[in-house]
């Protein structure tokens, strides 16, 4: 995530969800706020990262990914609720690696999926249990310099490391 943008969700209760951004120095920038806007409506927004001129939104709500611009326009959304590839069932944290490709933490299938910048599913890795490279409710990635994925494995109490591949 870029240091100068930070999300921030508002409200008490997930009907109020929205983003912040806030630039260095924590000083209020504005509100992302997609409460009544639609087809574009973001009902629950628990993970977002910053990549280049766009934002990407887990929107757990609606079981999809959310592309926006910086400004808070729409570019694209993708997904929808059910276990097959590109299907979410809780989309939480989502991450964006050097070749592009966002990965997503997709916890109530315990797995973590990666999709092209305009949503085309690549891959998909892990499945529920407690062995090395499964899944207990995985609810956040991120990757490093090298690219390995860090998957918040939450229900199995620990972090597990993967290639860029998954592996």
């Given at each position: ?19 912040g951004v806030v630039r260095d120095g924590a000083a ?11 087809d574009h409506n973001i009902k629950c927004p628990t ?121």
């Amino acid at each position: 995530i870029n240091a100068e943008y930070m999300g921030r969700i508002e409200g008490s209760n997930m009907k109020e969800c929205r983003y912040g951004v806030v630039r260095d120095g924590a000083a209020f920038v504005r509100t992302f706020d997609f409460e009544d806007d639609g087809d574009h409506n973001i009902k629950c927004p628990t993970g977002l990262c910053v990549d280049g001129d766009h934002i990407v939104v887990a929107d757990r709500g609606n079981n999809r990914i959310v592309v926006l611009r910086r400004d808070g326009s729409f570019v694209c959304t993708f997904g929808s609720e059910g276990d097959a590839p590109g299907q979410f069932n809780s989309p939480c944290g989502v991450c964006v690696n050097a070749a592009g490709l966002i990965i997503v933490a997709d916890a109530n299938n315990h797995r973590v999926q990666m999709f092209t910048r305009d949503g085309t599913f690549v891959r998909a890795f892990g499945s529920a249990g407690a062995a090395h490279g499964q899944f207990c409710l995985p609810c956040s990635v991120c990757v490093d310099g090298d690219d390995n994925i860090f998957v918040s494995d939450c229900d199995n109490h620990r972090i597990q490391v993967f290639n860029r591949d998954g592996t």
